[in-house]
């Protein structure tokens, strides 16, 4: 639309479909985003709580255990907050919330994928036609502007699944510290045990209908795929 020299009705009636799909795919993003916050947050508890159960276990007096806990943001409410249990109470609602998302979004995200992939084939084809026979390079620079808004939208996605699982794997590994503290005492590490099984349960996943999971490496193989493929057609394109 900011290229054209003419809007015509066509680019107007394409327009809010357009945007609709960006609208949508920005919602997905935007929940997801929700949910990382609040990984990021248990995560931070029990990273407080792993830091202040080894000052315990150090053999400080009350005394200066109360004014290391001065040092978290709050020393009453901080410690009710970071029971083991309770935190697991919330992940385990993160988890089912997760699973919600993904049955709702996943027509919405495998449509976008595949519509995403067609957009990109039929713009390698357009653009090489305009460039071997017309030469119009305005043609072929609005293409690889809408291309790469295209591949944005997905790589976007992918950005945010892929942050969700790295931060559910950090909570992994802080747990796995507290199991592995022989120093600390059973019951903490018996709560820890029983988070391990809930993270195992709930691996924070956006999968397509349980076939293809949404992340990096998904969108490393959209670009390795459309990558091979302009390769493909310029070959072709040279033979005809």
């Known amino acids: 639309m900011f290229t054209r020299s003419e809007i015509d009705f066509t680019t107007l009636t394409v327009l809010p479909i357009y945007y609709a799909r960006s609208v949508e795919i920005f919602v997905v993003c935007l929940l997801i985003r929700l949910l990382i916050v609040r990984v990021q947050f ?137 199991i592995m503290n022989y120093n600390l005492c059973n019951i903490l590490r018996n709560e820890a045990k029983m988070f391990m099984y809930l993270l195992d349960i709930w691996p924070l996943q956006i999968f397509i209908y349980g076939m293809v999971q949404v992340d990096i490496k998904l969108m490393l193989k959209f670009i390795s795929v459309a990558t091979t493929y302009l390769v493909v057609a310029i070959q072709i394109s040279r033979l005809i």
């Open 42 to 178: 248990i995560d931070e508890k029990i990273a407080d709580h792993l830091k202040f159960m080894k000052r315990r276990c150090l053999g400080l007096s009350d005394e200066q255990v109360r004014m290391e806990v001065k040092n978290l943001n709050n020393t009453q409410r901080t410690l009710k907050n970071l029971k083991m249990r309770e935190l697991a109470e919330a992940y385990n609602i993160i988890g089912e919330t997760c699973i919600k998302i993904n049955e709702v979004f996943n027509f919405k995200i495998l449509m976008t994928i595949i519509s995403t992939f067609l957009i990109v084939i039929v713009s390698i084809w357009t653009s090489l036609y305009y460039f071997k026979n017309n030469l119009r390079l305005d043609i072929v620079i609005r293409i690889i502007i809408s291309c790469a808004i295209e591949i944005l939208n997905i790589g976007i996605l992918c950005s945010y699944c892929e942050l969700l699982v790295l931060s559910q794997k950090h909570i992994k590994i802080i747990v796995n510290e507290i």
